[in-house]
């Protein structure tokens, strides 16, 4: 738990903790990360999100597949 922080320092705001806090342990298993008293979870992070219709001239079905990409 981080605690009296310097107010005097540029820190970034709870959400953007969060999200950089997701990016480097989000996926871990064997701790939590809390911000504010909210857990914090590897989809924390925002993306692109965009849907691509794939059609295969043999198949018999058709998908929809929905791809986040998320960049540093």
Request: with cysteine.
């Amino acid at each position: 738990m981080l605690s009296k922080l310097n107010p005097n320092l540029n820190l970034p705001q709870p959400d953007r903790l969060k999200q950089i806090l997701a990016q480097d342990y989000g996926r871990e298993t064997d701790f939590a990360i809390f911000v504010n008293d909210e857990r914090v979870f590897a989809f924390d992070v925002p993306g692109t999100t965009f849907e691509c219709e794939v059609k295969l001239p043999m198949a018999r079905c058709q998908a929809t597949y929905t791809v986040c990409s998320r960049t540093r």
